[in-house]
């Protein structure tokens, strides 16, 4: 979108609580590492987002290792699971906070075990929640996807781009490439 920004590590621990619904945990924890960089930034806008993946009620959280990865994906393998994204943008010096969450359901295709462990061998399993990159080579793992594909990959881009709009931080450009302009957050 043409927006200048920075990426700043939280540093929030990303464990869900004993009995915490999905929705809420993906909530809890973009809200917490909102807050956490806003805290050290109290006059800028803070995006933040928690991607999770959901198989039978279960939270799927980044593997471990390439053994708990592919079991990650032999889980899902020609099923049915949901990918939750929570995002909040917010400004602690204007009490501005805008939070919501994304849900699409993706439907894996069948796997043999060797597909799964070949794909565990590439690495893009790694540090990804449901041991899967939908952006790459994981692509060729789903079958279909219900709902907004870059939630998917991590970010809902349809979601942020109406908080951002509905903050005044971007609108439609009147001229020039650009689709949209970035006025700052100066209404």
């Given at each position: 979108m043409g927006i200048p920004f920075l990426v700043l590590p939280a540093g929030v621990d990303e464990i869900p609580r004993r009995g915490e619904a999905p929705s809420r945990f993906a909530r809890r924890a973009a809200l917490d590492k909102g807050e956490e960089v806003a805290s050290r930034f109290p006059t800028s806008f803070v995006l933040s987002a928690d991607t999770i993946v959901v198989a039978d009620g279960?939270?799927?959280?980044?593997p471990r290792s390439r053994a708990e990865a592919r079991r990650m994906l032999s889980r899902l393998a020609g099923r049915e699971h949901k990918v939750y994204t929570a995002v909040c943008l917010l400004c602690r010096g204007r009490g501005y906070r805008d939070l919501g969450t994304e849900v699409t359901r993706v439907r894996f295709r069948p796997l043999v075990p060797a597909e799964i462990a070949a794909y565990a061998r590439t690495g893009e399993c790694d540090d990804k929640a449901g041991a899967?990159?939908?952006?790459?080579?994981?692509?060729?793992?789903?079958?279909?996807?219900?709902?907004?594909?870059?939630?998917?990959?991590?970010?809902?881009?349809?979601?942020?781009?109406?908080?951002?709009?509905?903050?005044?931080?971007?609108?439609?450009s009147r001229n020039g490439p650009a689709w949209y302009a970035f006025p700052g957050g100066k209404g």
């Open positions: 279960r939270i799927l959280g980044k899967y990159a939908a952006q790459g080579a994981g692509m060729l793992l789903i079958d279909r996807v219900a709902g907004s594909f870059t939630n998917v990959v991590g970010l809902p881009m349809t979601r942020v781009l109406g908080m951002l709009a509905r903050a005044r931080l971007i609108r439609v």
